[in-house]
């Protein structure tokens, strides 16, 4: 779009008239909206810009960069600044490699750019300086690599215009700037450089707890939540001591964190970095000088994620059970069906009885022919009339991210200190012929109310609508009281126990049923010898 059309759209905006979304959101910059009041912060005040009525502020920094002698410490408070700043254009995402996005959620990537200067949130609110609304703190996908928190699906002006809370989306340091466990290597200068990007989370979670009360936030009734890798980050946060009281209800969906990275494995990975750079260990101050470029070309094939330090991370926050430090933490979590099916590459075209005997061995390794003739018989019983390709799909989705999920609702739910809600989403996406089905990420925008903004992930149904009315109002009433149930658009949703099991079904008919297709998940246990599973 040119710059001349752009500043028209944003006057628009500003001015109350609805535009076609893309015109509001294709590009990182709303200079020409009407602008928003001031705000003071605890850096320096602020002014954002007024879109569909909800005041915006996009690139608040709420850390000092962490470039050169900032790499793998702990985050620092912003410089501070007196005169007014212009927030009206997101900020960088963290350095990373090329994205893995299938082409259906790749289209919701604002691709902004990047840069060790990354600590910056965006703050969504219906009005400033008023009111004590639920704050919900989005933690983005990615993994701990990839991705930021822009994504067109992110956009927190639905939510907050329709559902009264304060949305608060952010960057934070990923993969080798997040994650490179260097302790064990370069001493106690270093005892933060496993969970920096963790850390980063917490002080954006400080900056939350000090300011968002100016923009119109309860910042005593803070819900953190978050999607795949940012799933993962949220049951991390509920096991870190710092972050402790800065959050008081959880959202984790199709993902988790049940133990966290060792020490050990965590060195291993560092090592391998080290050697790929031809550094020796008594060289690790020179990561410091070394360009983004040169460091992310070291790290292709490697994971990375929060480590169990003895420091930042005292232990697996769900190993062997729920961390007490969040035990009066409500939770909701969930997966999709088919959370596989988004993989690039995945196998989405119906196979033969041979090819998918075939599948399931390579899906769950280490089984006997036997055993993957008993789980495949299991899942048709348990799903009259499956294709074998969502056989794989949905055996392959159970024992990898539905797995985490359910482990920490069973481990939350046993401690009984605060109340567990379970969901499993099954709508289909008829996108890409119908073949992704319920594919992992296709949740997120039926809960920021944002479908139309995901046309190229959701279609163009008219049913996508009263999902979304749904899901967004359950998770914006757990956000303001700690329970999912809104009456007239859901049926009784009960907390979940390890007894019961009550999972609500997210589909075009919502219902509760207790351990939905048990059977299976029983026996894919017994058979992997994992009950319950990380």
């Known amino acids: 779009m040119e710059r001349r059309a752009f500043l028209t759209s944003g006057a628009l905006i500003g001015a109350g008239i609805l535009l076609d979304p893309w015109d509001r959101l294709l590009a990182q910059d709303v200079r020409g909206g009407a602008a928003s009041g001031v705000v003071k912060t605890t850096n320096g005040p602020v002014r954002g810009v007024i879109v569909d009525r909800v005041s915006c502020f996009y690139g608040i920094p709420y850390g000092a960069t962490t470039a050169g002698e900032g790499r793998f410490m702990a985050p620092r408070r912003p410089q501070a600044w007196t005169a007014v700043r212009d927030s009206v254009e997101y900020g960088p995402r963290s350095p990373q490699g090329p994205s893995g996005l299938i082409p259906e959620v790749a289209a919701e990537d604002r691709r902004e750019p990047a840069s060790e200067d990354c600590l910056r949130m965006n703050v969504f609110t219906p009005a400033t300086g008023s009111g004590r609304r639920p704050v919900m703190v989005w933690l983005h996908g990615g993994g701990y690599s990839q991705a930021s928190g822009s994504f067109i699906i992110y956009d927190g002006v639905n939510l907050a215009r329709h559902h009264d809370v304060v949305i608060v989306t952010l960057n934070h340091r990923l993969n080798l700037f997040g994650h490179l466990y260097l302790a064990d290597i370069g001493g106690e200068k270093y005892a933060d450089s496993g969970n920096a990007g963790m850390l980063d989370l917490v002080q954006a979670l400080v900056w939350v707890r000090d300011n968002i009360a100016a923009f119109g936030g309860d910042p005593g009734n803070v819900t953190i939540f978050g999607q795949s890798g940012g799933g993962g980050k949220v049951c991390t946060l509920m096991g870190m001591p710092a972050a402790k009281g800065l959050f008081h209800k959880a959202i984790a969906q199709s993902g988790s964190n049940v133990t966290g990275l060792s ?8 090592q391998t970095v080290l050697e790929r750079l031809k550094l020796q260990p008594a ?33 697996g926050p769900f190993d062997p059970v729920a961390s007490p430090l969040s035990a009066g933490v ?12 988004w993989t690039r590459g995945a196998l989405i075209d119906d196979i033969d009885d041979a090819t998918l005997h075939a599948q399931v061995m390579q899906d769950v390794r280490g089984i006997s022919d036997a055993q993957v003739d008993r789980l495949i018989a299991a899942y048709r019983s348990g799903r ?11 055996l392959a989705s159970d024992n990898t991210m539905r797995r985490g999920v359910l482990t920490v609702a069973e481990r939350k739910a046993d401690a009984k200190q605060a109340p567990v809600y379970m969901y499993y989403f099954t709508w289909r996406s008829p996108v890409h012929d119908g073949k992704l089905k319920a594919y992992h990420t296709l949740d997120i925008p039926f809960v920021f109310d944002n479908v139309d903004l995901a046309t190229a992930m959701t279609g163009g149904r008219q049913d996508r609508y009263l999902l979304q009315d749904r899901m967004s109002a359950a998770w914006t009433s757990f956000a303001r009281t700690g329970n999912p149930n809104v009456k007239g658009l859901l049926p009784e949703w009960p907390a979940f126990d390890t007894t019961q099991r009550a999972t609500m079904i997210l589909n075009n008919e919502c219902k509760v049923t207790n351990d939905p297709n048990g059977e299976e998940r029983r026996l894919l246990r017994t058979i992997t010898r994992c009950d319950p599973c990380d």
């Open 263 to 270: 020490r050990a494995a965590a060195t291993q990975t560092t």
């Open 283 to 315: 060289q690790i101050g020179d990561l410091h000088a070394m360009p983004t470029e040169q460091l992310l070309g070291a790290i292709r094939g490697l994971d990375f994620g929060p480590v169990v330090d003895g420091k930042n991370l005292p232990a």
């Open 330 to 341: 409500p939770l909701l979590c969930g997966s999709v069906e088919m959370e596989v099916a």
């Open 384 to 394: 009259p009339g499956i294709s074998n390709v969502d056989v794989h799909l949905i």
